[in-house]
T-cell receptor, first 115, second 110 residues
Framework: DTGVSQDPRHKITKRGQNVTFRCDPI?????LYWYRQTLGQGPEFLTY????????KSRLLSDRFSAERPKGSFSTLEIQRTEQGDSAMYLC?????????????FGDGTRLSIL | DAKTTQPNSMESNEEEPVHLPCNHS???????IHWYRQLPSQGPEYVIH???SNVNNRMASLAIAEDRKSSTLILHRATLRDAAVYYC???????????FGKGTSLLVTP
């Protein structure tokens, strides 16, 4: 059973650098979501894709953040000019459809630390 | 999606049943009740969901009040591996994101 895979698991970088994370969803899942989680808080929604189309972005997704899902398969989340406040766990999830009775399946996240 | 209210923390003894409550007084008729849990250093894990009737699966049971304004996640025999943060989340037809809130941190003691 191949679940949602995220790479890398950890990323340490200096402030001002660009970083890119990758998410491989469960095969044939149309929906792909990105969330961010800071210490002691629940995950917060960032953006989601229906196949290759990015349909919604949270106000948390500043213009330094960009996400893509070319060909509707894997997705990347890029953060440009990283800041201290970007330190967090970035979680990816996928679901078969967007129906309200469909569970989202999560990866184990990429933990980003900004020095 | 409507909001949920959960206790910040609960404690249970190993091998005892655990009842995790969730209040959702403003739930709408089409909202599904979902439960997820998050173990330390892992992503959230889907546990169970329901609409009106009680539900059982291999992980847990979900008891939904008749007026649907509250629900209870039941772990029949807690193990140390069940120590996690448990989130009760409502999902409606127009929703796409999961609104996690802070959840209930469950401590299981041997």
């Amino acid at each position: 059973d191949t679940g949602v895979s995220q790479d890398p698991r950890h990323k340490i970088t200096k402030r001002g650098q660009n970083v890119t994370f990758r998410c491989d969803p469960i095969s044939e899942h149309n929906r792909l979501y990105w969330y961010r989680q800071t210490l002691g808080q629940g995950p917060e929604f960032l953006t989601y894709f229906q196949n290759e189309a990015q349909l919604e972005k949270s106000r948390l997704l500043s213009d330094r953040f960009s996400a893509e899902r070319p060909k509707g398969s894997f997705s990347t989340l890029e953060i440009q000019r990283t800041e201290q406040g970007d330190s967090a766990m970035y979680l990816c999830a996928s679901s078969l459809t967007g129906a309200s009775n469909q569970p989202q399946h999560f990866g184990d996240g990429t933990r980003l630390s900004i020095l | 999606d409507a909001k949920t209210t959960q206790p910040n923390s609960m404690e249970s003894n190993e091998e005892e049943p655990v009842h995790l409550p969730c209040n959702h007084s403003t739930i709408s008729g089409t909202d599904y009740i979902h439960w997820y849990r998050q173990l330390p250093s892992q992503g959230p894990e889907y546990v169970i969901h329901g609409l009106t009737s009680n539900v059982n699966n291999r992980m847990a049971s979900l008891a939904i009040a008749e007026d649907r304004k509250s629900s209870t996640l039941i772990l029949h025999r807690a193990t140390l591996r069940d120590a996690a943060v448990y989130y009760c989340i409502l999902r409606g037809n127009s929703g796409y994101a999961l609104n996690f809130g802070k959840g209930t941190s469950l401590l299981v003691t041997p």
